[in-house]
Structure formats: structure tokens, C-alpha cells
């Protein structure tokens, strides 16, 4: 009933604003493999605090076709590839590029169901999948990314079908012989001692860092801990060893299921997430800024008015040339999105969405209220409206307005040399939650778990 409700309304609700060319989604994955951007699987409906619905599609759109000078740079030609594969329907996994032609996926959420390839291979020369080798442990929630075409690195995430947040290992996977051979890191010096689910990463130069997402709750049955945005922890894929850097600039509220992207040399645009550890969450409305990898500081940005409202969780992102094209997801209507929307990044320090009209940083704030109209109008998510309502209505009494660092431009400079952050030595100390250094478990974790809970509750932490 209440489904069928809700997919009335957004089917309403998206007639007068667009084409329903593709179902909304949240928690899908995409990655950009040579032009094409490549989407798979995702929950498509939303209802009673959960997501619902997990998907098998699998599509791709022509990334050089976009008008990015259109005044709604938003595509509908996605073209939808097999529908019945080795992935199947999933959720929440985790997906890499691994050169022009192929990419891969790890983990992942089911409803109910033991998932007979956990990692699988997608060559987009010949359209064929291929299972990859089964990993010690697979995750949902967690991260992967290719170092070149033939290694991937694994890390966090929750262990498939239960609660429990991965071990502190990092999984790597060599892929010079198919299937791919797996091996556990235990990541010695400076190793976080929990593993964390909901992070977002990039990779540069032989580090991985992490930022944000949840630490597992210190006893079962307490709450998930929020990792401050602040505290960046990187992993050297060479060394085997972890580290941690201390940021400042603006302060990003803790949050997970945001997307993190290096879009020049030295900037990340860290977008999007959900502060909350429930699992129909809405977004943050601090949800763009940019940190800088030299400076070690983060700067709230204000991508100025697009035309749709800025804060969203669970999207994906890939980046195309100067443009960073921002897809799907959960917004702050309480929506499930099926927008594509451009944010142009030719100015590392000062992305703007990508349109005809040109953004107008001190308009007064028109798409978020709109969004609150017309979120009351459909009637959808009525309490999550007001949540964030006032969420929103706090929040700019707190933040506003926003204030910009200046930055010179540094995409046509050439790449600074990178400045390795200090490793923490053996100061394990360093890290608050003193946990000692964990030893890889040869044991799998725990398969003895029930499964999936079969309906979500709507105060279920994910
Ligand atoms: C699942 O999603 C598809 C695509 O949006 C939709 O057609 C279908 O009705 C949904 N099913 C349920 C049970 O919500
Ligand atoms: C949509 O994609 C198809 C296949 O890639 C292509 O042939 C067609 O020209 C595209 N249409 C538009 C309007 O871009
Ligand atoms: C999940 O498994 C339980 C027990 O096997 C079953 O009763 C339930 O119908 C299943 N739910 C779904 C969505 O498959
Ligand atoms: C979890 O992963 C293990 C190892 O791959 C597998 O044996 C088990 O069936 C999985 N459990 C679920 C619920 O998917
Ligand atoms: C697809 O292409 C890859 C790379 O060229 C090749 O290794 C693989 O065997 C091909 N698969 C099929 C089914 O042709
Ligand atoms: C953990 O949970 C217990 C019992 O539910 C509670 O008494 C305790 O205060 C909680 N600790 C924290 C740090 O939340
Ligand atoms: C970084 O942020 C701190 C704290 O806001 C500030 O004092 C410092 O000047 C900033 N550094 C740069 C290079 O922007
Ligand atoms: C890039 O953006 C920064 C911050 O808004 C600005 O100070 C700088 O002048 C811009 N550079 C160019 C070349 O527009
Ligand atoms: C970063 O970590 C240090 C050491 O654990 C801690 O003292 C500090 O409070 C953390 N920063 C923030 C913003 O939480």
C-alpha cells in the first residue's frame, strides 16, 4: 500500500519535472570505464525507514555525448545492458575501474540469499562477465579501488548479511591471472585497530585514504561512532603501513554513504552523505566542500543554485574530463533520484554546476524550499520532512553564510610533488581508541549468522 503510494508519488512528482527515462536508485554503484559510465544494481523503491526493492540493472550512458552546456545537463539515454548476469540483484557493494575496458564489483547487500560470486568482472570489449575468485570475506558498505588494471585493494565495510563491521584488514587482489588471487594485509604500523563502514576513498600515489563513514559500536548493542571527518586515515598499499593526518579549515559534519573524488592534483571534492546511521536517512545539507591534499584543509563550497537541491547520500559519482557528473541517490525531499546532474570542476578550488545559467552564489536559498513545498505537497515522508525542516532551519542559523578560503587555480599547474604526510611511527597511542593492532583471522568471520533481516524496521540501524 504505502509502496504503492510512494511510487505513485514519485512517479507524479517526476512527470512534472522530467522524463522518468531510468528508476530512481540509492546505494547503486557506477564507475566510469573509458567514455562510458557504467551503473549496476542499487534499491529502487523506498518504504516504512528502509530501502527496498534491490535491482539487477545494468546501464551505461555515453559520458561525451552530455551537453554540459544545457541549462538541466541532466542525460537520459542510458542504454540498459543484461539484465540477468553472475551479480544479480545487489545493493550497497562496492565497485573499481580497472582500465578502459573493464571494472569490477565486490560484495554487496542481498535480501536474504547467500551471494555465489562475490566479486565479478565486467569487460565492456565484449560485454562478458566473469566470476572472480571468491575473497576470504566480502562486505556491503565498504570500498574497493584498482591501483593499475591488475590490483585492487579492499577495506571495511559490514561482513556480508550481518551487522558486524569487517575487521581492520585490507584484502588485496591480483588479478595478473584470472580469477584473481586474494591476500589479507593486516596493515601493521599504525593499523585503526576497527575497521569502518560507510567511508569514502581516493588513491594517489600509492595511498589510500579514507574519510569519514562509522566505526562499529564499542559493545554489541551500543550505538555506531561516527568517524570525525577531520582525522584522515591513509593506508600505503607499498609499506603495508597506515597513517593518519590532522585537517583543518571548515569542519564537515560526520557523515557516511558520501562520495569522495580527486579532481586535480592536490583537491578532493568530498560530496554528499548522511550524518545518521539509520538506514532511510536524509542528507546533509553541508554537503559539498573541498580538501585540499597539500594544505591538509577543508573548504565549504557553495556550488551556487543548479537546478535541483544539492544535498544528497547514497549517489555515485564519476568523473569525465573537467566535469564530475553526480548521479541517483536519497535527497533531502526523501526521494529516491534519477537525475545526473554536472558539476564543472575546471577550477578545482570552485566547482560549479555545469549550465547554461550561470549559478548565483547570493540568491536566496529558492531550491531548498521549493523542495520542502514540494515534498509536503506529495505528502511523501512526512515526518522526515520536518526532521529536515528543522535540521535545515538550524543548520543555517549555524553556517551561514558561507565562507570560502581563496585558492589559486591548479588545474593547468603542473602536479605539485607530493608531500607524504608524517606516518604515526609507533605511536599507537595517536589513535583515541587505543585498540591494539589486530592480527588477520585465518577463521572467515562470522557465516553463522542469520541473514539479512527480512523487513526493515524504521528505527533499524543499517
Ligand atoms: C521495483 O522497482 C521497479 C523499477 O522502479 C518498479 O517498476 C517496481 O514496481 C518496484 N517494485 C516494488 C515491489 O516496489
Ligand atoms: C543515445 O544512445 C544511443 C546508443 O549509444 C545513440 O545511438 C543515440 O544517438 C543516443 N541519442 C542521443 C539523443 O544522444
Ligand atoms: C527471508 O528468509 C526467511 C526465512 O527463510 C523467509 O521467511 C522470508 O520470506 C525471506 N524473505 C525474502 C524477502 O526472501
Ligand atoms: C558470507 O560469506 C561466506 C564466505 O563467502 C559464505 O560462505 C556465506 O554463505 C555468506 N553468507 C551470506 C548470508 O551471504
Ligand atoms: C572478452 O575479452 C577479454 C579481453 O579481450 C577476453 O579475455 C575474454 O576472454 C573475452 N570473453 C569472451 C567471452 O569472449
Ligand atoms: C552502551 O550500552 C549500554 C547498555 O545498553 C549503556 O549502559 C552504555 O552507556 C552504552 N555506552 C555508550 C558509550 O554508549
Ligand atoms: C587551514 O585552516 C586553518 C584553520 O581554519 C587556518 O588557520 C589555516 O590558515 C588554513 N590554511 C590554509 C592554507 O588555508
Ligand atoms: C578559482 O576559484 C578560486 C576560488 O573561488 C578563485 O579565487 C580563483 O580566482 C579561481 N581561478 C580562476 C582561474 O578562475
Ligand atoms: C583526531 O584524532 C585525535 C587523536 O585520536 C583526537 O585527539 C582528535 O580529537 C581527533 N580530531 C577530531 C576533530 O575529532
Redesign the pocket.
Known amino acids: 500500500m504505502m509502496a504503492t503510494l510512494f511510487a505513485l508519488l514519485v512517479l507524479s512528482c517526476s512527470l512534472f519535472s522530467q522524463t522518468l527515462a531510468i528508476a530512481p536508485r540509492v546505494h547503486q554503484g557506477c564507475t566510469a570505464v573509458g567514455f562510458h559510465v557504467y551503473c549496476y544494481g542499487g534499491y529502487q523503491s523506498a518504504t516504512h525507514g528502509g530501502f527496498t526493492n534491490i535491482s539487477s540493472d545494468h546501464i551505461s550512458a555515453d559520458l561525451s555525448s552530455i551537453d554540459t552546456t544545457s541549462a538541466t545537463p541532466t542525460f537520459d539515454n542510458w542504454t540498459t545492458l543484461d539484465t540477468s548476469n553472475l551479480v544479480g540483484v545487489r545493493a550497497l557493494f562496492s565497485i573499481t575501474a580497472l582500465d578502459d575496458t573493464r571494472y569490477m564489483i565486490a560484495g554487496g547487500r ?1 535480501l536474504n ?3 555465489d560470486t ?1 566479486a565479478v568482472l565486467y569487460d565492456t570489449s565484449n560485454n562478458t562477465w566473469s566470476a572472480l575468485s ?1 575473497p576470504p ?2 562486505t556491503y558498505g565498504g570500498i574497493i579501488m584498482s591501483s593499475d588494471a591488475s590490483t585492487t585493494w579492499a577495506y571495511g565495510g559490514k561482513l ?2 550481518t551487522q558486524q563491521t569487517a575487521p581492520s584488514n585490507t584484502l588485496k587482489l591480483d588479478l595478473t591471472s584470472l580469477p584473481g588471487t586474494w591476500t589479507p594485509h593486516a596493515g601493521g604500523v599504525g593499523n585503526p585497530g576497527k575497521g569502518r563502514y560507510g567511508h569514502a576513498a581516493i588513491f594517489q600515489d600509492e595511498l589510500i585514504f579514507y574519510f569519514g563513514g562509522f566505526y562499529p559500536p564499542p559493545s554489541p548493542g551500543n550505538a555506531s561512532i561516527p568517524v570525525t571527518m577531520m582525522n584522515i586515515s591513509f593506508y600505503n598499499t607499498v609499506s603495508d603501513q597506515w597513517g593518519l593526518i590532522y585537517s583543518g579549515g571548515d569542519q564537515p559534519r560526520t557523515r557516511r554513504h558520501h562520495t569522495a573524488t580527486l579532481i586535480s592534483s592536490s583537491k578532493v571534492l568530498i560530496y554528499g552523505g548522511t550524518g545518521s546511521d539509520m538506514i532511510q536517512a536524509l542528507p546533509l545539507l553541508d554537503y559539498c566542500y573541498i580538501y585540499d591534499m597539500v594544505t591538509h584543509n577543508y573548504t565549504l563550497i557553495d556550488p551556487g543554485k543548479g537546478n535541483f537541491d544539492g544535498p544528497l547520500m547514497g549517489h555515485s559519482v564519476v568523473q569525465y574530463k573537467h566535469y564530475v557528473y553526480i548521479m541517483f541517490g536519497y535527497n533531502s525531499g526523501g526521494y529516491l533520484s534519477n537525475d545526473v546532474h554536472v558539476l564543472d570542476v575546471m577550477n578545482a578550488s570552485n566547482p560549479t554546476w555545469a549550465s547554461g545559467s550561470s549559478p548565483s552564489p547570493s540568491e536566496p536559498d529558492r531550491t531548498n524550499k521549493g523542495a520542502i513545498i514540494g515534498g509536503v505537497i506529495g505528502g511523501v515522508v512526512f515526518v522526515a520532512i520536518i526532521a529536515g525542516a528543522l535540521i535545515y532551519w538550524r543548520r543555517k542559523k549555524r553556517t551561514s553564510p558561507t565562507t570560502r578560503n581563496d585558492f589559486d587555480i591548479d588545474q593547468p599547474q603542473p602536479p605539485p610533488a607530493f608531500t607524504a604526510p608524517t606516518f604515526l611511527g609507533k605511536s599507537p597511542d595517536t589513535y583515541a581508541m587505543g585498540d591494539a593492532v589486530p592480527v588477520y583471522q585465518s577463521r ?1 568471520p562470522d ?1 553463522s549468522s542469520s ?1 539479512a533481516v527480512p523487513t526493515i524496521k524504521p528505527s533499524a540501524a543499517e
Open positions: 542481498l540469499a547467500t551471494m562475490p571468491t570475506f566480502y556480508n548479511g572467515k557465516d541473514p
